[in-house]
């Protein structure tokens, strides 16, 4: 299913990006929670974990931890990973994503 995250990776709306290799992307959320709130996705349209493959899964956990490693650096924060899957779970955009999530107070 194309969402949001789709037309942020196809430059069609834009977005504060702080990552991207061929296969991912990371950029700030619209809406954050604390300053530096950062979405981690696959460029492939995957609602939520049971839909991604186990390789491109673990894939895509090698970049969240590069994001919170950089986030931490550079905030000198906490960090809260999040992940919903599923509209029941909280989940709003049905495209696999992870929220770096920066703790400063
Ligand atoms: P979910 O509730 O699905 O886990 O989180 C979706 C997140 O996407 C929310 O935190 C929301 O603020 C963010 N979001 C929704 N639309 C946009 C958008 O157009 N641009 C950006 N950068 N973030 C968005």
Not at 53 to 69: H, S, Y
Not at 89 to 98: A, D
Request: a negative charge; aromatic letters at 8%; glycine letters at 2%.
């Amino acid at each position: 299913m194309t969402t949001i995250f789709t037309k942020i990776i196809n430059r069609e709306i834009p977005s504060h990006i702080i990552y991207e290799d061929k296969n991912h992307l990371a950029f700030l959320d619209i809406s954050p929670f604390e300053k530096g709130h950062t979405l981690v996705i696959p460029k492939k349209e995957y609602k939520t974990i049971f839909e991604i493959p186990e390789d491109e899964f673990l894939e895509l956990m090698k970049v969240v931890k590069k994001v919170a490693e950089h986030v931490e650096k550079t905030l000198n924060c906490g960090i809260n990973i999040w992940q919903n899957n599923k509209e029941i779970s909280g989940q709003e955009v049905p495209h696999i994503h992870f929220h770096v999530v920066p703790r400063l107070s």
